[in-house]
């Protein structure tokens, strides 16, 4: 297994729109536990393949405390949503910012597992909106484009500024 580098927002690769996947074959479960691998070392609580610059329709998320509860949804679709929720939400891409957005409270997921099996997925609260963050990354949106445009640009601003002080 290995640790994928995660693209850094306001990388331009973050707004690319992934691709379904046609074959769920060995390659994918092998992307899918890298992604794995990455998302708990980091730590977080999902992953979607565009952040590690593979730009297909594979997303992970486990919102457990015990690190057990990993679900693989690649093609995922929403089906059915209800309510609203308003959680604050950070990102593996965005690090060090945390925003509050609105999203559907309840939805129910229809996807394919790392075996390329059918299945439906209801969720509610942290796993709700955490699938939904993910999906919106397949379509290259990240959270922060949710807020005003002069708190993207403060964001943008804060972001660039630090990694000038890493290099
Ligand atoms: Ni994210």
Do not use: W
């Not at 919102?63 to 604050?88: F, M, R, Y």
């Amino acid at each position: 297994m290995a640790i994928l580098k995660i693209l850094q927002y306001p990388d331009e690769r973050l707004h690319k729109v992934a691709k379904k996947v046609l074959q769920v074959d060995e390659t994918t479960r092998k992307l899918v536990r890298n992604m794995a691998e990455t998302m708990y070392a980091a730590p977080g609580v999902g992953l979607a393949a565009t952040q590690v610059d593979v730009h297909e329709q594979i997303i992970i998320v486990d919102v457990s405390e015990t690190h057990d509860q990993l679900k693989v949804l690649i093609n995922p679709e929403i089906i059915a949503s209800s309510g609203d929720s308003d959680c604050e939400e950070g990102c593996l891409s965005v690090p060090g910012i945390f925003e509050t957005v609105r999203r559907a409270a309840r939805i129910s997921v229809r996807a394919l597992d790392e075996n390329g099996k059918i299945f439906t997925l209801d969720a509610e609260g942290l796993l709700a909106v955490c699938v939904q963050h993910e999906i919106d990354h397949l379509r290259g949106k990240v959270f922060v484009e949710y807020l005003s445009q002069l708190k993207q640009a403060r964001i943008r601003a804060k972001l660039k500024k630090r990694l000038r002080e890493t290099m």
